[in-house]
């Protein structure tokens, strides 16, 4: 069940959300390097800044397309509030994800707790 859930979420996320919330001005962004191609890849996502860091849980882990890249190459830009952030990305295992998903905004928590399979905490540092 959890790969056919993973199969469909990650479809409907890829063609359908992820190009109609990326328009958003506001919409916070993750962009990654791609691993294979090395072209920026942006991704809308939820999380909360928490003074010099951007806290966010990743709903299927290390299967995620920008967590494998963050695994490549961790230096990412959030847009947060319509404003680009460079940072570091840290993949944080030993967090406990769920937790963490009750310190973020509410509506995107309950999706990724609902939709997820293998919830990891990802920590960006910013740099300015």
């Given at each position: 069940?959890?790969?056919?859930?993973?199969r469909?979420?990650?479809?409907?996320?890829r063609?359908?959300?992820?190009?109609?919330?990326?328009?958003?001005p506001?919409?916070?962004?993750?962009e990654?390097t791609?691993r294979?191609?090395?072209?920026p890849?942006?991704t809308?996502?939820?999380?909360?800044?928490?003074?010099?860091?951007?806290w966010?849980?990743s709903e299927?882990?290390?299967k995620s397309?920008?967590?494998?890249?963050?695994?490549?190459d961790?230096?990412?830009?959030?847009r947060?509030?319509g404003?680009?952030?460079?940072?570091?990305?840290h993949?944080l295992?030993d967090d406990?994800?769920?937790a963490?998903?009750r310190?973020?905004p509410?509506?995107?928590?309950m999706?990724?707790?609902?939709?997820?399979?293998?919830l990891?905490?990802?920590?960006v540092?910013?740099?300015d």
């Amino acid at each position: 069940m959890s790969e056919r859930r993973f199969r469909a979420t990650t479809a409907f996320q890829r063609y359908i959300a992820n190009p109609l919330t990326r328009l958003m001005p506001f919409q916070t962004l993750l962009e990654t390097t791609g691993r294979v191609s090395g072209q920026p890849r942006r991704t809308p996502l939820g999380g909360r800044r928490v003074g010099e860091s951007f806290w966010l849980v990743s709903e299927f882990g290390t299967k995620s397309q920008y967590v494998r890249n963050i695994q490549a190459d961790p230096r990412v830009r959030v847009r947060i509030g319509g404003r680009w952030h460079h940072g570091t990305a840290h993949l944080l295992p030993d967090d406990d994800p769920v937790a963490r998903l009750r310190t973020l905004p509410k509506g995107n928590s309950m999706a990724v707790k609902a939709l997820g399979t293998q919830l990891l905490t990802i920590r960006v540092d910013l740099t300015d």
